[in-house]
């Protein structure tokens, strides 16, 4: 058994992730509990910080919370949870007063905030910071957290696995979590680290497509190592795909927000000039909820052979686009495209990880220790299909929920016990790189390929099979060689594809975000697709 570095320091709570959900968690428990914020590669490495549109919020007198809810239902084809869609959605104007407390410098329309419009919203309702709303909050809640003596954040380090009952001195068979082995990217050295309470905030799976707008470490760790604790996943299938992604052959996941299409934007084919959205959603038109444009943009792109299509909101004054999106202006002009004077050339891409680790109101998680917020959740928000800007609340809502439940039931949760440390005894250094490389390069080939915007038996079990393969490969790997964060992540990002395939070939219809040819129509009996370890 290798010793390696021990835990650093006592904390009363560790914190996987440091994006929205695992910082609004973080500063909750800070004002009574030591928390400990750990990191894959930089603090600012989520998709939190790559946010454009902005936060869902009524805040308008003439909007409702049963608006918001109706539209949130609807986009999510049914799937939904009521009570957490009423949880998250009657949390919305608290959460937008935090953050306006803590100096996020929300847009203004004089004395009350500026609403923006998106896709399957019935009334404008987004909060936002121009068109990178992300990063304004992001760095808001950083400086918060950095200021507060009770939390530690350290960057640069991937959780591997969490520590559970198997890990003790003394095994017992509780299934309870303690903490996490996460590897220091710095040293190459494997740490401890124990709490009484542990929150999972790792964010989604996006990467495991070849075409995604989420950043290079959105490899599902969070969801494959709560799968491989014991905890029970759910909707993997519904993986969301945003209609307007850039197409750049240099700039490969630049967003072009749905705010622009809120705005006015409008898509044509880019030969003929037709507004092809009349022949799929005559009465939504561009504004209709993300799958149906997505899947609209995907048939065109198919049907009539193109690389891409046009969207277009140059016909609004080029002062009232360069202010509203300043930041997608100034990005498409590096790349020599005047979004004021022609269209933009757009295609749809992973966006958004609709399913993930089941967790209850209080963002309980299956197993004793273990909560659970954001992106790498099903909550029962979003159901089949996410409502544009809800995903950020969700993590503000939940974060806090984890928070409080943590602190409500403080009494109760034990001292960690006395944890074996990470065993090395058997791997030795990798001399072959490449077959992570290649591996990663397949999987987020197939499952494009195979389990993207429109999906068939026959191509989900080509890939169900392939899954198999590798998977045989990568665990021998990894049961070989010293862990790396390239291993990590192609073993996660591996698990990931294993789930969202399997709960795929699961759904005998087609709801939301999940089309298959071979069941085009939805069911009766609505449910999700709850996978059990
Ligand atoms: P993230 O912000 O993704 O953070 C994950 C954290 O976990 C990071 O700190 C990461 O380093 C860490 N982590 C991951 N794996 C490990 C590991 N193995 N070990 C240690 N740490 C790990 N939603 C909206 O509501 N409005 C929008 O306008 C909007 N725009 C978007 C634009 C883009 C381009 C993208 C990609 C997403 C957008 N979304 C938007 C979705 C939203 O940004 C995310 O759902 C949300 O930010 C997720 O927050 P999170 O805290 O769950 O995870
Ligand atoms: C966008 O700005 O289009 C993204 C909004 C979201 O993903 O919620």
Known sequence: MGETQENLGTYDVIIIGSGAAGLTAALELAQSKRVLVLAKGSLTGGSTAWAQGGIAAVLDAGDTFENHVRDTMVAGAGLNDLASVEFVIEGAPKAIDRLCDLGVPFNRDKDSLHLTREGGHSHRRIVHVDDATGWAVQSALLKAAEASPNITMLGGRTAIDFITDRHREKFSAAGRIWGVYALNEETGRVERHTARATILAAGGAGRVYQFSTAPRGATGDGIAMAWRAGARVSNMEMMQFHPTCLYNLEVKNFLITEAVRGEGGRLFHPETGHRFMEDYDKERMELAPRDVVARAIDDQIKRFG???????????????????????HEKLTGLGIDMTAGPIPVVPAQHYTCGGVVVDLMARTDLPGLWAAGECTE????????????????????????????????????????????????????????????????????????????????????????????????????????????LIELRNLLQSAELIVRSALERKESRGLHYTMDHPDLAEDIRDTVLVP
């Open 306 to 328: 193109l690389d891409y299509v046009h969207l277009d909101i140059s016909h609004q004054p080029p002062e009232f686009v360069r202010e509203h999106f300043p930041t997608i």
């Open 379 to 486: 909550s029962g928000l979003h159901g089949a299909n996410r409502l544009a800007s809800n995903s950020l609340l969700e993590c503000f809502v939940f974060g806090e929920a984890a928070a409080d439940d943590i602190l409500a039931n403080w009494d109760a949760l034990e001292e960690p016990p006395a944890i074996l440390p990470w065993d090395e005894s058997r791997v030795s250094d990798s001399d072959e790189q490449v077959v992570i490389k290649q591996n990663w390069t397949e999987i987020r080939r197939f499952m494009w390929n195979y389990v993207g915007i429109v999906r068939t038996t026959k191509r989900l079990e080509r890939a169900a099979n392939r899954i198999a393969l590798l998977k045989k490969e990568v665990e021998d790997y990894y049961g070989s060689f010293v862990v790396t964060t390239d």
